[in-house]
């Protein structure tokens, strides 16, 4: 009831258009009860309801009143303020799980949502998409593992872009990054080599086809290729973002949420976000998202069959040993110690390993060479020697008239033609 208008439902006005004809006498009760979806007995008691207070009898008692459970204005107003002042950017769900954690007030996310739609704080994204057929998930944790970068303004659009580079498991959804300034060989190298030491290696990783994962010419490999070979892992190409759709969606979590819990805990710096990831971020988000796989056997294989993580998560170079058993190396001189020289000849070819603690080591056929840097000698300044081209050609100059072609035909000097 709303004054003197009366609210009714469909249901409610069909139920008066049956009774109606029930009170005409053109239909029996019993014939209307299959039309009113009702038994027998709850037919009479609307019927009754009916006869004694008319429409008014039909429409639902409840109905315009406050239910019991509902919040009171005051904890609705409250829950509102704080959604203003400081989670203005976040969506119902993810703002309903920081008023819980950090505020202390539980809220279910769908009364949130209807809330703030009241409120004119949040607008619904409905976004079409064409059709694609979907990939079943790999059976097993470890089995296929999708790698991308995510170049974002992580800490706030007036801040410098950077790059998330992010590995989740197909299976399970497992999630592992690390943040730096680029999508470079260093971050993807440290961010693997801590998947590895933390589950294991896996069977296969889906990449792009950027230089950084796949050498863009034949029969040569780039560091990431060397990786994946000495540990038995097999690359597979994405021809299409869709193709790795997994990571793919997963940047649009990080976007969404890792970029508010930066602007919550004021954390600006690259490495500042690191440590939050690892100590915190990383596993609340795997408990979050993560689902269980559907094969509980676990498909990576034990990182320490492999021996050295440092010595295969690293950069080679090949340079040739001197005459003095000196390497030159990034404009520094590296001497090969006496005791490391005995199985070594010179003009023999070492390999230069630069690790991701920028440490420097250097093998040769197997075997670790001891060294140390010495001071590059400085160059003596270049003196020309020999004949003074300069000089020479300007006392020609000068002596122009001493020579036989001068001497014995004056006219040559003047430019006459004389016999």
């Known amino acids: ?124 994204c409905r976004r079409r998409k064409s059709y694609r057929q979907r990939r079943e998930r790999r059976e097993c944790f470890g089995e296929l593992l999708q790698i991308d970068g995510s170049d974002h303004a992580w800490f706030g659009a007036d801040k410098p872009r950077c790059c998330l580079l992010n590995i989740v498991d197909d299976a399970s959804g497992t999630t592992l990054s690390q943040l730096d300034q680029g999508e470079t060989c260093r971050v993807l190298l440290s961010t693997f080599k801590l998947w590895v030491e933390k589950y294991g290696v896996p069977q296969a990783v889906y990449v792009d086809l950027k230089s950084l994962y796949v050498s863009q010419s034949e029969g040569s490999l780039n560091v990431f290729e060397r ?46 976000a690191n440590v939050f990831l690892k100590n915190k971020y990383l596993d609340q988000i795997n408990r979050k998202f993560a689902k269980e796989p559907k094969s509980r056997v676990d498909g990576h294989c034990p990182a320490k069959i492999y021996g050295d993580l440092e010595q295969i998560f690293c950069w080679e170079y090949r340079r040739q040993l001197n005459n003095d058993f000196t390497i030159c190396f990034d404009n520094k001189v590296f001497q090969i110690e006496k005791r490391s020289s005995e199985f070594l000849q010179a003009k023999e070819r070492v390999m230069i390993r630069i690790h991701l603690n920028e440490s420097i080591s250097i093998w040769h056929q197997g075997r670790r060479l001891s060294y140390k840097q010495i001071e590059v000698q400085p160059r003596l300044p270049y003196i020309k020697r020999g004949i003074d081209s300069f000089k020479f050609s300007h006392n020609a100059r000068i002596n122009k008239h001493k020579t036989p072609w001068s001497k014995f035909n004056p006219a040559w000097l003047g430019g006459v033609n004389q016999l």
Request: overall charge positive; proline content about 2%; aromatic content about 8%.
């Open 227 to 272: 990786v994946c070979y000495l540990l038995n892992v097999k690359i597979i190409k994405a021809y299409s973002p869709q193709a790795k759709g997994r990571v793919e969606r997963n940047h649009g979590v990080y976007q969404d949420r890792f970029v508010k819990e930066l602007k919550l805990r004021n954390i600006t710096t690259i490495e500042a």
């Open 1 to 124: 009831m709303m004054g003197d208008k009366l609210i009714m439902s469909t249901r409610e006005l069909k139920r008066k258009i049956v009774l109606e004809e029930v009170r005409k006498g053109l239909v029996s009760l019993k014939e209307a009860t299959s039309r009113l979806g009702v038994c027998y007995r709850q037919a009479k008691r609307l019927k009754k309801k009916y006869q004694k207070e008319g429409d008014k009898g039909l429409v639902h008692q409840n109905r315009g009143k406050q239910p019991n459970c509902a919040y009171e204005r005051r904890f609705k107003e409250k829950v509102l303020t704080i959604y203003r002042s400081k989670y203005i950017d976040c969506g119902p769900t993810f703002a309903s799980e920081k008023l819980e954690e950090n505020e202390d007030i539980q809220i279910n996310d769908e009364t949130l949502r209807l809330w703030l739609l009241d409120s004119n704080l949040w607008i619904r």
